[in-house]
Structures are given as structure tokens and as C-alpha cells.
């Protein structure tokens, strides 16, 4: 993988940190339900160890 793939790879992991962050302000704050954030945050971290895992 080059330089270039993997700062990509990193920006995407960040992003999807940052994301998920989002999502447990919203069930923090009542915005969102716990089923839908159980559904959301479990997509972004099998995403994020997917990523891990290339590494």
C-alpha cells in the first residue's frame, strides 16, 4: 500500500471516529433512539476494524 493509500485509509478512519462520536451525542441526547444507534455506531466500527485489520 502506498504512501498515498494509507493517509487516505487514516482520513477515513478519523472521519468514521468522528462520526460515531456524533451518533453517541445524539443518543446522549435523546435524538436518537438506542436501536438505531446500536445499528449505526456496529456499521461504523465493523468499517473501522475492516480497516485495522488491512493494516
Given at each position: 500500500m502506498g504512501v498515498g493509500?494509507?493517509?487516505?485509509?487514516?482520513?477515513?478512519?478519523?472521519?468514521?471516529?468522528e462520526e460515531s462520536?456524533?451518533?453517541?451525542?445524539?443518543?446522549?441526547?435523546?435524538?436518537?433512539?438506542?436501536?438505531?444507534?446500536?445499528?449505526?455506531?456496529?456499521?461504523?466500527?465493523?468499517?473501522?476494524?475492516?480497516?485495522?485489520?488491512?493494516?
Amino acid at each position: 500500500m502506498g504512501v498515498g493509500a494509507a493517509d487516505k485509509q487514516q482520513q477515513q478512519k478519523g472521519d468514521m471516529d468522528e462520526e460515531s462520536e456524533v451518533i453517541h451525542e445524539q443518543l446522549l441526547g435523546r435524538e436518537v433512539d438506542v436501536a438505531a444507534f446500536f445499528q449505526k455506531h456496529k456499521k461504523l466500527r465493523v468499517v473501522y476494524h475492516g480497516f485495522k485489520m488491512k493494516n
